[in-house]
């Protein structure tokens, strides 16, 4: 059982900073990655930035440059950090942490996703 626990989400300006973070707990597993997730009402979620045991992060085309993901992907447990600056009112939306993990079973390293709740980031003037 893998859970996670998302935070950092609020209300910024145009132009500010939010800090998201998600730490991830449970056992008999590994982490083949982590990310942040957006998603509008309505819309599919899209990918902000990942990263991957190995430390390469891909980014969004609209987050790079102003957006930075850093984690410790450790086994049974793994946290990932999303520094977001300069944010623009159109990124307001419900931002979601996902991880890609092996899970331990007694025959076979068995491939599954996890998702937290969401934490909201509305950028307003």
């Known amino acids: 059982q893998v859970q996670l626990l998302e935070s950092g989400g609020g209300l910024v300006q145009p132009g500010g900073s939010l800090r998201l973070s998600c730490a991830a707990s449970?056992?008999?597993?590994?982490?083949?990655?982590m990310g942040w997730y957006r998603q509008a009402s309505g819309n599919e979620r899209g990918v902000v930035a990942a990263i991957t045991g190995g430390g390469r992060a891909n980014y969004a085309d609209s987050a790079k440059g102003r957006f930075t993901i850093s984690g410790d992907l450790a086994d049974n447990g793994g946290t990932v950090i999303l520094q977001m600056n300069r944010l623009q009112p159109e990124e307001t939306d419900v931002y979601y942490c996902k991880e890609d993990v092996g899970i331990w079973t007694r025959d076979a390293v068995r491939d599954d996703v996890y998702w937290g709740q969401g934490t909201k980031v509305t950028v307003f003037s």
């Open positions: 449970g056992s008999g597993f590994s982490i083949n990655a």
